[in-house]
T-cell receptor, first 113, second 113 residues
Framework: DQQVKQNSPSLSVQEGRISILNCDYT??????FLWYKKYPAEGPTFLIS?????DKNEDGRFTVFLNKSAKHLSLHIVPSQPGDSAVYFC????????????FGKGTRLHILP | EAQVTQNPRYLITVTGKKLTVTCSQN?????MSWYRQDPGLGLRQIYY???????DKGDVPEGYKVSRKEKRNFPLILESPSPNQTSLYFC????????????FGPGTRLLVL
């Protein structure tokens, strides 16, 4: 049973436009959500997080939106840049001190010139 | 430089030959974890450790062992590797503070023949 779902294996976006990556979850106990970015031959790196008391968190070009009633979160990248081409993983846990973080399968983002 | 290191980075072995993948972090983090990444399956947690001498199973612990004798080290042991353990392995550590999350190592690519 997949608790964190990223239903789009890949996404292509024109440079300068908005990239929107989606993530759905099934476990209503999740209340801390994270996005990681991964380049080939490197480990994932933390991008941005959001706790369930918020519905939006922004960090520069990256914004994460959380819709708890729909059990859905999204990552917006504006404007998209060539260096954003990577695999993005959505992850969730029951609190930021939870010992288990559940990852989605990832979405490969291609930024087109 | 704050980092998580893994050795070796690449390993080819044969079925049944015991191997150890080392993981070390220099950030004095309490929490450490091992993941495997497989195509179409994303990142799946193998084992994690909340502190020295405290370890617990993740989602896919079968065929793996870990130990946490020191805070900085968290080796992953495959007593009798099998071909289905061919994967990309990541070690991670975390200070467990809100706004901070897991820091990943560069990965170890393992091929079991």
């Amino acid at each position: 049973d997949q608790q964190v779902k990223q239903n789009s294996p890949s996404l292509s976006v024109q440079e300068g436009r908005i990239s929107i990556l989606n993530c759905d979850y099934t476990n209503s106990m999740f209340d801390y959500f994270l996005w990681y970015k991964k380049y080939p031959a490197e480990g994932p790196t933390f991008l941005i997080s959001i706790s369930s008391i918020k519905d939006k968190n922004e960090d520069g070009r990256f914004t994460v939106f959380l819709n708890k009633s729909a059990k859905h979160l999204s990552l917006h990248i504006v404007p998209s840049q060539p260096g954003d081409s990577a695999v993005y993983f959505c992850a969730a846990s029951e609190g930021y001190r939870d010992d288990k973080i559940i990852f989605g399968k990832g979405t490969r983002l291609h930024i087109l010139p | 430089e704050a980092q998580v290191t893994q050795n070796p980075r690449y390993l080819i072995t044969v079925t049944g030959k015991k191997l150890t993948v080392t993981c070390s972090q220099n950030m004095n983090h309490e929490y450490m974890s091992w993941y495997r990444q497989d195509p179409g399956l994303g990142l799946r947690q193998i084992y994690y450790s909340m502190n020295v001498e405290v370890t617990d199973k993740g989602d896919v612990p079968e065929g793996y062992k870990v130990s946490r004798k020191e805070k900085r080290n968290f080796p992953l042991i495959l007593e009798s590797p099998s071909p289905n353990q061919t994967s990309l392995y990541f070690c991670a550590s975390s200070p467990f503070r809100e706004g901070e999350t897991q820091y990943f190592g560069p990965g170890t690519r393992l091929l079991v023949l």
